[in-house]
């Protein structure tokens, strides 16, 4: 029997090196490449080197950049190229250009969109016309995809009362990441890790509350803050680290892409900080709940969605620093369990590979 074509388009390209959308293509390559001929669009502007293939996988590479307004133009492109050449488009975030999926009616090919994270047209970070051209794209994805994908229960009920479609919840990996021991090379890199401390990876934009996290620590004085992000992609991050960068109990690091770094501070670190409030099944966050880490997380339904509950919450900087004096060694312990636990059940890329392919499957 012939295998359907499965086009990825919306993403960076694979091997993921972005973010949680790259992350969620580059498995199910990795786990459906034997189910589907597929084909991932990648930029070039991203790939020195430009493989053909990966895990089996076509690679098609676009000499544009996939952010910004060019973004537009090379999720245009690279869906009309799929309408032509595939069965079924997987289509990760149409925020910038959804408006090209009427075209499908022209075509036999069927289409999926995830739309990422909550209610993407209202995050801070976005102009006024930019919220209303992110949320334009939303409603016309919706509209015209075969299947929409939530990636949170909250955001499946936001897509049916303001997109007015209706969804199916399919959520992101984690078990990608691994435990790293303290090895000499890493204890000399980062010779903090000998001591307590706690963990956050977040984009250096405003609704990651960062400034809430580092306003805690601030005032407190028990163990050390590690804050991993890219700093100098606006005025938000250049600001914040110019002001804690030599405050004795923070630690600010720039972004990390190496995975074997990165895993090692967050497998080492005592519990780990999540504080984006905009966002549905957050890619960090999993990771950080696949490492079997305490979590303390901002209080929006969409984070205790996630982690049904099974975590420490704050709403601001005071809020926080009351909860990290709270805390003891015996409460961390309980709740790493019940969070390794809750992420073995539901967010292995085993599982999330097998509910897209039923989703493709009965298209």
Sequence with gaps: MKK??????????????????????????????????????????????????????????????????????????????????????????????????PLSYFSKTKVIVNHGGLNEWEREKLSWLQKKWAKFNHQIAAKFANINIADNELYKKSIKNNLNAESVVIRY??????????????????????????????????????????ESFEKFSDFKLVLISNW???????????????????????????????????????FYIHSHSRCGTAPSLVEAMCLKKAIFSFDVPTNRETLNNKGIYFSDSDNL??????????IIASLAEEIGALANEKYSWKYISEQYQKVIDDL
């Design 4 to 101: 359907k074509r499965l086009h990825i388009i919306g993403t960076h390209g694979v091997p993921a090196r972005y973010g949680g959308f790259e992350t969620l293509a580059d498995y199910l390559c990795q786990k459906l490449n034997k189910k589907y001929d597929i084909t991932v669009y990648c930029s070039s502007k991203k790939y020195d080197v430009k493989p053909d293939s990966y895990h089996g996988v076509k690679l098609e590479y676009i000499n544009l950049s996939a952010s910004g307004f060019s973004g537009i133009i090379y999720d245009s492109l690279t869906f009309v190229k799929s309408l032509f050449s595939s069965d079924v488009i997987l289509y990760l975030s149409p925020v910038g250009s959804g408006f090209i999926t």
């Design 321 to 330: 620093l009351d909860q990290l004096n709270k805390i003891n060694d015996k």
């Design 232 to 270: 100098e992609v606006s005025a938000y991050g250049k600001n914040l680290k110019q002001k804690y960068s030599s405050h004795p109990n923070i630690i600010l690091l720039d972004a990390i892409y190496d995975k074997e770094e990165l895993d090692y501070l967050r497998s080492n670190a005592y």
């Design 173 to 214: 990996g984690g078990d990608h990441v691994g435990f790293v021991s303290k090895t000499k090379q890493l204890i000399e890199k980062y010779p903090f890790t000998q001591e307590k401390y706690a963990v956050s990876v977040s984009r250096a934009q405003i609704d990651n509350n960062l400034h809430i996290v580092l």
